[in-house]
Each structure stands twice: as C-alpha cells, then as structure tokens.
C-alpha cells in the first residue's frame, strides 16, 4: 500500500511563498502518479495539480495556473508542490494523493491520499 505523508505548510502572508512536499513510502513511488489537492472551509475539495510517472503534468483547475507548479524527485520518493504569489484564497488544507501510472480526470479516482497540510495565507 502507498502511504503518503504532507508536510511544509504554514502561515504565509499575501504575495508569498511555499513549498509542500508529498513522501511516499511503502510501494514505489515511480509507479505512482501523484496529485495535489485542497480543501477550504466549508467548500468541496478542489484538484490543484498531478505529475505522472513520465513527469507531465496536469492542471486540474484554473485557480492556480500560472502560480503554482508541480515537480517529483523519484530518488528522494518526493513529490513538491510549489506555491508562488499566494493569496488569502489559496488557504486550505493540502492533501496529496496517488494513482497508478497517470493522472485521472478527478480526484474520486484516486486510491491514496495522506491526512493534509494546512496552509494560512493572511497578514
């Protein structure tokens, strides 16, 4: 079974930074595909991004292009989520999640998940 655990999340003020990272442990990871996801207060859980064994990528959603991106380092069984010109929007708790070989269209179709990071964007 692959477990996977978040970390790196924090309070960030308006225009600022982050970098979330996913560990995997148990199974390989290079055989994983893994995506991010958020879930604010009070509203659905949103997909963010993917990364599949081959390194492309898949955007989820509009709400972060452009300011976030996605990398995976096999090596150190790691999967970041970097976070560029946060805003107060952008707070959520951040979960990843892993799926076989690449991405799915949605995040139902995912068979791992870790328990989430939260992330606070305000002054």
């Known amino acids: 079974q692959l477990q996977l655990v978040e970390s790196g999340g924090g309070l960030v003020q308006p225009g600022g930074s982050l970098t979330l990272s996913c560990v995997a442990s148990?199974?390989?990871?290079?055989?994983?595909?893994i995506g991010w996801f958020r879930q604010a207060p009070g509203k659905d859980r949103e997909g963010v991004l993917c990364v599949d064994i081959n390194g492309g990528h898949t955007n989820y959603g509009d709400s972060a292009k452009g300011r976030f991106t996605i990398s995976r380092d096999n090596a150190k069984k790691t999967v970041y989520l970097h976070m560029n010109r946060l805003k107060p929007e952008d707070t959520a708790v951040y979960y990843c999640?892993?799926?076989?070989?690449?991405?799915?269209?949605?995040?139902?179709?995912?068979?791992?998940w870790g328990q989430g990071t939260q992330v606070t964007v305000e002054l």
């Open positions: 999640a892993g799926r076989g070989r690449f991405c799915p269209s949605t995040g139902a179709e995912y068979d791992y």
């Open positions: 148990g199974f390989t990871m290079d055989y994983y595909a």
